[in-house]
């Protein structure tokens, strides 16, 4: 709270995978992006100003935090949907069906099962952080083995 929205975003991605060059703080950086994108773009829209961003309440942040986790479990599961292609596990056609159904069900599993204190104490226990992002990502990972 009071921070910066491009510092805020840093260290949500850094609380989910730290700075590095692995497949998961790639996708953690990219699930930041493409929030502070959409942060900014809802702000833009609206006619308002970036200043904003700077002023978000608490359940604004706690949106967005909210939202990074979504794009960071669903981008990892996204790369596990690949291999599964590439290995024949999975055709194109369940791909897509399972791109579709996977993404609306960790964007509801993370409004259900993340709140609202969890969410903006993300950085402060990484521990915990990593704990909740592995639970959610194997419940979606379940499902493209369950979809196979």
């Known amino acids: 709270m009071g921070r910066a929205a491009d510092i805020v975003f840093a260290a ?9 060059a692995t497949l998961e703080e790639a996708a ?3 699930a930041a992006d493409e929030v502070l994108a959409k942060l900014y773009d809802d702000v833009i829209e609206a006619g308002g100003d970036l200043v904003a961003l700077e002023a978000m309440s608490e ?5 967005a935090v909210r939202g990074v986790i979504t794009a960071y479990v669903y981008e990892r599961w996204l790369e596990q949907l690949g291999k599964s292609i590439e290995a024949g596990a999975v055709t194109p056609a ?5 791109e579709r159904e996977v993404k609306q069900y960790v964007k509801d599993i993370v409004l259900l099962d993340v709140t609202n204190d969890e969410v903006l104490a993300f950085g402060r226990d990484a521990e915990r952080t990593k704990q909740v992002v592995d639970r959610l990502f194997e419940e979606a990972y379940g499902l ?4 196979q």
């Open 12 to 20: 949500i991605a850094n609380a989910i995978a730290p700075p590095g």
């Open 94 to 98: 369940e791909a897509v069906r399972l």
């Open 59 to 63: 359940n604004d942040v706690a949106d």
């Open 28 to 30: 953690a950086r990219r």
């Open 144 to 147: 493209l083995e369950d979809g």
